[in-house]
């Protein structure tokens, strides 16, 4: 149920403090090492060079660039989310910290294979994919 409460109520209960002053910290880094989302960009781009290679047809030109644009844009664009203002001291984790320490997740900490893994499998899946689409179109 809801209930109604006046100004003056609240204003007698509430704790009216002053604003802060300082910019809380913020990191902007997706902590994981930059290679992890060089290998994704490649496997992802790799799909539509397999596609484009295989499947070249004067009519998906343009389909394969705007794919292109946008799997550049959707990782460009994160990319220099992390170099905007204000400065933060946050900075991707180095791959020799991520073997040795790991990476907290939600449920638990995870070893550096077991996140790369988590990481890349569906891009992986799905340059395989784009390789065996090819190699039945091929044999077809």
């Known amino acids: ?17 002053a604003a802060p002053k300082t910019m809380p910290e913020t990191d902007r880094s997706f902590e994981l090492p930059k290679g992890l989302y060089i290998a994704t960009v490649g496997l992802y781009l790799g799909f539509l060079a397999v596609m484009a290679a295989g499947l070249s047809t004067p009519g998906l030109i343009i389909p394969m660039v705007i794919f292109t644009l946008f799997i550049v844009a959707g990782f ?54 784009g390789i065996a689409t090819v190699t039945i179109a091929a044999f077809v």
Do not use: Y
């Open 76 to 129: 460009g664009l994160p990319a220099l989310w992390t170099r905007i203002g204000p400065e933060h001291r946050g900075r991707n984790m180095s791959w020799a910290k991520l073997v040795s320490q790991g990476i907290v997740t939600h449920t638990g900490r995870v070893k550096a294979g077991d996140a790369a893994v988590q990481m890349l499998i569906l891009p992986a899946l799905i340059f395989c994919w």
């Open 1 to 17: 149920m809801s209930k109604h409460f006046t100004r003056e109520f609240v204003a007698e209960q509430a704790a009216i403090v």
